[in-house]
């Protein structure tokens, strides 16, 4: 069972997660907009994998006989001054959603609450990935930057990213 400090937490986590889906889907909206559909791809699939984040969390206050309370989705930005501009931009809301996966589990250790805790793990996995990508994508973009050959280069890969279902929602 979840304390109703734990429960609100969660929530709260599931409203970043589905910010976070709408800041990626606003990033590939603007990229799409430009030409750049390798970078649109890239982050429409940014934009599936943290709806399953969200989907995770659901997921774990349900089976928890717990109540999800969805609250408003704040608004994001709609464009970006370059495709360098989204990936730092990327970075900076990576290490804030760390953070805050911290704080869970920092929560979950207080009240002993090892469920959480376990559930916790894959995210705090995950973070290192989401900071990695972002990070070795930024390097790329600077290595390259006033270069559009380089950045075509990089969009043409980015359009060969494709979609995993996470293991958490692989196994159901
Ligand atoms: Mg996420």
Redesign the pocket.
Known sequence: MLSERMQSAINAQINA?LW?AYLYLSMSMDAANKGMKGIANWFAIQFK??QD?AQIFINYINSQGGRVLLAPIAAVDTEWKSPLAMFEQTLIHEQK?TSLINGLYNLAIEEKDHATKNMLDWFIDEQVE?EESARDIIDQMRMVEGNKFGLYMIDKEMATRTYTTPSPLATE
């Open positions: 997660e976070s994998e943290e984040h959603v989401e």
